[in-house]
């Protein structure tokens, strides 16, 4: 008979589950890390590297498992996700914890050049989302 033991919070259940996971075969939980990508004029500059390293030092490679990028306009007004052909490449370094995004020339544009310097108002590009094997 198996028994679920007392657990008196939810850092316990995670544990829990995932050690029951593990026995199980593999890990199957996933975890979620959102990284700003902060300034980028993108009619500028057609590449971002944005590091993670201090939030996210138990990525590596093996664990990851899929990387997307949501990009907004300058007015903020719409937003635009990786997985189309708005992309060139979206390159994951593991040693050197960071994400490189090439943007394709559909955002070499006006409505993606304005950066904090400009408008102090304007704090981020977008975001890199990152899931991991926990």
């Known amino acids: 008979m198996f028994r679920v033991p007392y657990i008196p919070n939810i850092d316990g259940i995670y544990e829990f589950l ?5 026995r199980l075969g ?37 664990s990851l498992l899929n990387v997307s990028v949501q990009i907004y306009n300058d007015n903020k007004t719409k937003s635009y996700f990786s997985g189309t052909d708005d992309f060139d490449s979206i390159y994951v370094d593991s040693t050197t914890k960071n994400v490189t995004i090439t943007r394709s020339s559909f955002f070499n544009s006006s409505d993606f050049n304005l950066t904090s310097a400009g408008d102090a108002t304007f704090k981020s590009r977008g975001r890199i989302i990152l899931w991991v094997t926990a």
């Open 18 to 22: 995932r050690s029951i996971y593990t």
């Open 26 to 62: 593999g890990s199957v939980l996933t975890k979620c890390y959102v990284v700003e990508i902060g300034d980028w004029d993108m009619s500028t500059d057609a590449t971002k590297t944005v590091e993670y390293k201090q939030t996210l030092d138990d990525i590596n490679y093996k």
